[in-house]
């Protein structure tokens, strides 16, 4: 149904687990170039083999989308290797939780270095290389926390996801003349390495909360990322999807007792 998007060159920050490694595996699957980016190289060699074992091409780097001459680094090594730059899906991202009261201003730093400019960093580097193709696709993973619910802990990271969406708007005026275009995926709660690390108890009231009655994996996730970057989806830029099994829709928990099943 979809154009091949065979041998297209793909960056995917956060790569080396999760809804990162998600999307690296099936942007591999589907015949791209995949670099899997990764603070820790060791990770990202995992998923990098994974995808040469499933048939794939993909090559890992170790990368910290903190650092800009990291990200510049990580964007010169995709265009050495493969000669180009055709789709940045910008998701590494952290959550630690903290309370506001005890929430330091390292915390908060912290996680919008990581989450905001973090996406602006891996953005900015990738841009001369998308620009010289002609067309390009950005891809930011942002969450249904903080543009749409709050969870008590994650002010700093509610600000951090929001502000990826403010972010996007001007930046898809502004790389439209590239024909770049730059969309968000919003996750909800995913069955993740990260998301394990909240507790079972925690997993357990989250899936209670979800109408489709379990957590996404991160191939809900991967194949909605895919989507922002083919061809066919050409004419979609500044949007935002969200991936959550309906979980931001119940007005209360009545809503949710009422479905009963
Ligand atoms: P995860 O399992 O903890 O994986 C995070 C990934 O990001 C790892 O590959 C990690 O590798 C990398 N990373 C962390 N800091 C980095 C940095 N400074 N530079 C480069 N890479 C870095 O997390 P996840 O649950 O998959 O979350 C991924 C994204 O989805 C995040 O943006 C998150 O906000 C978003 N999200 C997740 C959920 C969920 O339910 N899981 C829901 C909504 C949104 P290293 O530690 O080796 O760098």
Redesign the pocket.
């Known amino acids: 149904m979809f154009a091949s998007l065979k041998d297209r060159v793909c960056i995917v920050?956060?790569?080396?687990?999760?809804?990162?490694?998600g999307i690296a595996r099936r942007f591999g699957a589907v015949g791209c170039k995949v670099l899997v980016?990764?603070?820790?190289v060791e990770?990202a060699e995992r998923v990098a083999a994974e995808i040469a074992a499933a048939g794939g091409t993909a090559a890992a780097h170790a990368?910290?989308?903190?650092s800009p001459e990291s990200m510049d680094a990580m964007a010169r090594a995709a265009v050495e290797r493969w000669g180009g730059i055709d789709i940045l899906c910008a998701?590494?991202?952290?959550?630690p939780a903290a309370k506001l009261a005890e929430m330091t201003a390292a915390d908060f730093d912290h996680v919008i270095a990581?989450?905001l400019k973090?996406t602006f960093l891996a953005i900015k580097a990738c841009l001369p290389a998308l620009k010289a193709r002609g067309q390009g696709r950005i891809v930011v993973?942002?969450?249904?926390?903080g543009p749409i619910t709050g969870y008590p802990g994650w002010t700093h990271y509610g600000a951090s996801?929001a502000g990826q969406l403010g972010f996007i708007r001007t930046a898809a005026i502004e790389l439209a003349p590239s024909r770049i275009t730059i969309n968000a995926v919003m996750?909800?709660?995913?069955m993740?390495?990260?998301?394990d690390g909240l507790g079972q108890d925690y997993l357990d009231k989250m899936t209670a909360s979800i109408p489709l009655r379990r957590l996404?994996s991160v191939d809900d996730i991967a194949n909605a990322a895919l989507f922002f970057a083919t061809d066919e989806a050409a004419y979609i830029t500044g949007q935002t999807l969200v991936i959550d099994g309906g979980q931001v829709l119940p007005e209360s928990m009545m809503a949710l007792d009422e479905m009963g099943g």
């Open positions: 920050t956060g790569s080396s687990k999760g809804i990162g490694r980016v990764a603070r820790h990770g990368g910290d989308v903190t998701n590494a991202g952290i959550f990581t989450n973090g993973t942002s969450s249904i926390t996801k996750p909800g709660n995913i993740t390495e990260g998301l996404g």
